[in-house]
């Protein structure tokens, strides 16, 4: 069962923000962003496809800086600062991860959709370019690959 928050000034509306090396819940996020004043709740998953640049990939890992979490914090502020944000999770894996695995995923609840829509992805685009998560790819003709901030 999701939490509910009433509107106090003692809200927090980041609800769960994390980097773990185990497989990632949809039903966790989605009961993190859970709020009766929120209309709107838009859900982003991201997950590891089949090819990149015009190549099959076998796998991809994930590593992360020890100042992920913080980063990731960082930008959770700066959202709900921006948005009418009532709850925001944001979770991502790292280590190995097959096709078809989920890598990241994020969540905002708001009053109304558009605004939902807009916080989700100002917050899955700047985690995906600020949070120093790097992701290491494998493909199935044996090359490899680092991309800077996944």
């Known amino acids: 069962m999701a939490d509910h928050w009433s509107m106090s000034e003692n809200h927090d509306p980041i ?7 185990t497989p990632l819940s949809l039903d966790e996020v989605h009961a993190a962003v859970g709020d009766d004043a929120a209309g709107g709740t838009t859900l982003f ?9 015009g190549k099959s990939v076998a796998a991809l890992e994930y590593s992360c800086h020890p ?6 914090r ?9 948005f ?4 925001l999770a944001a979770v991502h ?8 695995d989920t890598a990241v995923i994020v969540a905002v609840s ?5 605004e939902a829509f807009a916080a989700a992805r100002k917050l ?21 690959e680092w991309v800077g901030a996944c």
């Open 15 to 21: 609800r769960l923000l994390a980097i773990r090396e």
């Open 110 to 114: 708001c009053p109304h959709r558009g």
């Open 124 to 144: 899955i685009d700047d985690l995906k370019h600020e949070v120093p998560i790097w992701k290491h790819q494998v493909f199935t003709d044996g090359d490899e």
């Open 67 to 72: 100042s992920a979490e913080q980063e990731m």
């Open 93 to 100: 894996r790292v280590g190995r991860l097959a096709i078809g």
């Open 74 to 82: 960082r930008i959770a502020e700066k959202v709900v600062a921006d």
């Open 84 to 87: 009418p944000v009532r709850a």
């Open 45 to 53: 998953v991201g997950t590891v496809r089949d090819h990149d640049g």
